[in-house]
C-alpha cells in the first residue's frame, strides 16, 4: 500500500523561503504527475502548480517565478521563495504513482499543510 507523507510547512517572514515535499512511501514503481493547491482564509481553494510526467510544470500567476515543482524518486517537491503574506494558505498536494509499470495510474492526496508568511 502506498501512502502519502507531507512536510514541510511552517511560518516564515516576507521574503524567506519554504520547501514543501508530497512523499509517496511504500513499495512503488514511481511517481509522475503532481498538483499543488492552496486555501487561504476566506478564499477559495486554486491551483498554484502543476508538474507533469517528464518535470514540465506550470503555475499560476500569483506564484510565477516565484515558486518552483519538481521531483526527487518518489517526493514532489514545491520550492517557494520570495514568500508573501497573501501565500499565507492551507497548501494541498496530490501525486500520481505507479505501483508497477504496466499498471494504471493512482493519486494519493495530502490533508494539507498550512503555511504562514508574517513579519
Known amino acids: 500500500q502506498a501512502r502519502l507523507v507531507e512536510s514541510g510547512g511552517g511560518l516564515v517572514q516576507p521574503g524567506e523561503s519554504l520547501t514543501l515535499s508530497c512523499e509517496v512511501k511504500g513499495t512503488v514503481f514511481g511517481i509522475y504527475g503532481a498538483r499543488w493547491h492552496r486555501q487561504g482564509p476566506g478564499q477559495q481553494r486554486e491551483l498554484v502548480a502543476q508538474m507533469f510526467e517528464y518535470g514540465a510544470a506550470d503555475y499560476s500567476d500569483s506564484v510565477k517565478g516565484r515558486f518552483t515543482a519538481s521531483k526527487d524518486r518518489n517526493t514532489a517537491i514545491l520550492q517557494m521563495n520570495s514568500l508573501k503574506p497573501e501565500d499565507t494558505a492551507v497548501y494541498y498536494c496530490?501525486?500520481?504513482?505507479?505501483?508497477?509499470?504496466?499498471?494504471?495510474?493512482?493519486?494519493?492526496w495530502g490533508r494539507g499543510t498550512q503555511v504562514t508568511v508574517s513579519s
Open positions: 496530490d501525486v500520481d504513482y505507479k505501483l508497477s509499470y504496466r499498471v494504471d495510474l493512482k493519486t494519493l
